[in-house]
């Protein structure tokens, strides 16, 4: 019998320890393949340069258009769902803490939300657009992608937030604070690393997602210095690139793939940098 | 069952009472307090007089309705809709029950120690000053002058003088719970409320916090909640046994620990002991 739970033990070891270092070597395969293919299209006028005449033909440039355009759309987006996301996520441990067939209900909605195919935003996000009389443009996109992460960042930090014992709200709510100063100095505080990944997690997601910027951001070569201009973004400029017959071209769209993932993993590092510095005086 | 059975063998709560009616003044007068759950009737037509600047312990077996009780009287139990509380409490001439004044005003009264201590996310500083910024204090020689003196009260003075700028949660859970007792006395309360702010503590953590209260139940009405029968007799100034969400017998500890009038309170010191 002692055998036996001796052996499921390191069955189950093994099985565990195996699926997560598959995931590792996913990720570092994906990271491998697009540096190799992108490998020779990785150039300092890539990343500096918008592209020129005969580009998507091989020409020169680079897809600056599509870096900034990713980096507007995302930053905006997020800080438009940041903006929603934080209070509504106080709101519902905060307020809705009496109200818990309420807060079910609306825990569903944003997981609901949160399911929603991107497509399905863009489309909406493209209704919205003809109904408001708006051209493709980056403030269409930055709205499509807001909404898309919006409830990332709510459920995200919701879930952080839920962790915090009631009795720390019941210390502060004891000490005659309000309910608007416990969620936004004691709530907020204990729950900012939290906070930080959630913005990392709608950052990451915003930065990368294709189908809800097709219709609603456009695609430009040139970079937005308006609102109302249309915007390039980097998963469309892979998406338009690996579909071209030239090898060259298709290169290029590996590189920007590489571009994206570095940008991702600078935020992932800072994020993490900064995580780290704020749990100091968490209470756990 | 049990409940039948306790309820046959204990005598009516108002003949077990035996709360002197002595010249101090009460802090605290509960008449007629029900408190409801779906399905339960957590406390019974609770009558208390609290007296002002004694220890009150609130002593009975777990899930009697003695944290219940206490979160009646600072309103926390406002934040559990399924709570139904009725009756009247009045503190510093006010029904906090049916007040119109504002619950955060109410609360700034009464300070409360959990079992657990949870100091905020911030500075020690920040801690103790937070309650004083919430009163609308600003002068920060005055907040200082306030935290040194709420530290020294708690004797975490000497302890901490040279990082009061560290996180908080650098404290031992000991230190952490006296933070949390200074942080309560910095608003000026009238009534500490106590819910076993002992049971997560080490033996020394433990008699520091007993110390405290011993030094300073003089100027503040303390109501403690606890099971340890042992602290009830060294701290206790006035004694409320629960049972089952009623008060079963009260009055002075020699009273009721000497002679104890009621079955069950004889049976649970038994245990106890």
């Known amino acids: ?284 | 069952m049990e409940l039948v059975q306790a309820k046959v063998m204990t005598p009516s709560p108002l003949k077990a009472t035996r709360h002197e009616k002595a010249s101090v003044p009460s802090a605290i007068s509960i008449k007629n307090l029900d408190v409801h759950a779906p399905g339960h009737h957590i406390l019974k037509n609770i009558n208390l007089e609290i007296p002002k600047n004694k220890v009150t312990v609130l002593l009975g077996p777990s899930g009697c309705g003695k944290t219940t009780l206490l979160k009646s009287l600072n309103r926390l139990t406002d934040l559990y809709k399924e709570l139904n509380v009725t009756g009247t409490i009045n503190i510093d001439g006010d029904d906090i029950l049916n007040t119109r004044q504002n619950v955060a005003d109410l609360r700034q009264k009464m300070g409360l120690l959990s079992q657990r201590p949870y100091p905020l996310p911030m500075s020690i500083y920040k801690n103790v000053a937070y309650g004083l910024r919430l009163k609308g204090i600003k002068d920060k020689k005055l907040i200082a002058h306030n935290i040194e003196k709420n530290l020294r009260e708690v004797g975490l003075w000497d302890e901490v003088k040279d990082r009061l700028n560290t996180p908080a949660n650098n404290l031992s859970i000991g230190q952490q719970q006296r933070l949390c007792l200074a942080r309560g006395l910095a608003v000026k309360p009238l009534i500490i409320l106590a819910d076993e702010p002992t049971s997560a503590l080490d033996p020394m953590s433990s008699s520091t916090i007993e110390k405290l209260f011993r030094e300073i139940k003089s100027h503040y009405t303390i109501v403690l909640v606890t099971h340890i029968l042992r602290q009830a007799k060294r701290l206790a100034d006035n004694v409320v046994f629960m049972y089952y969400g009623e008060i079963i017998e009260q009055g002075a500890p020699d009273d009721i620990f000497k002679n104890p009038k009621t079955e069950k309170l004889r049976q649970y010191m038994l245990e106890g002991n």
Do not use: C
């Open chain 1, 1 to 284: 019998m002692k055998q036996a739970k001796l052996i499921e033990e390191k069955i189950f070891k093994s099985l565990s320890g195996i699926a997560t270092y598959s995931l590792i070597a996913i990720l570092a395969f994906i990271i491998v393949v697009i540096f190799v293919k992108g490998f020779n299209a990785l150039s300092f006028d890539m990343i500096t340069k918008t592209p020129k005449g005969g580009y998507y033909y091989g020409g020169e440039g680079g897809v600056l258009n599509a870096i900034i355009g990713s980096l507007y759309i995302a930053l905006g987006a997020t800080l438009i769902a940041v903006l929603i996301g934080v209070p509504a996520a106080l709101f519902i441990n905060v307020h809705l803490v009496r109200h818990k067939k309420t807060q079910t209900t609306v825990r569903y909605f944003l997981d609901a939300l949160w399911g929603i195919p991107s497509i399905v935003y863009g489309a909406f996000g493209f209704t919205l657009m003809l109904y408001l009389g708006m051209n493709a443009s980056l403030l269409a996109g930055i709205i499509t992608v807001a909404l898309l992460i919006a409830p990332i960042v709510v459920r995200t930090f919701d879930e952080v937030l839920s962790k915090i014992p009631i009795g720390m709200q019941e210390s502060v709510l004891a000490m005659g604070s309000t309910k608007t100063e416990t969620a936004f100095k004691i709530m907020l505080k204990q729950g900012f690393p939290g906070l930080i990944t959630a913005i990392l997690l709608a950052f990451g997601r915003g930065i990368g997602d294709a189908a809800s910027v097709l219709f609603t951001a456009g695609y430009t070569d040139l970079i937005p210095v308006n609102l109302d201009e249309p915007a390039a973004t980097l998963p469309l400029a892979i998406f338009f690139q690996l579909s071209s017959p030239i090898p060259e071209v298709r290169e290029r769209a590996y590189a920007a793939a590489a571009i994206l993932t570095i940008i991702i993993l600078i935020i992932s590092l800072s994020a993490r940098a900064l995580s780290r510095r704020y749990s100091k005086t968490i209470i756990k």
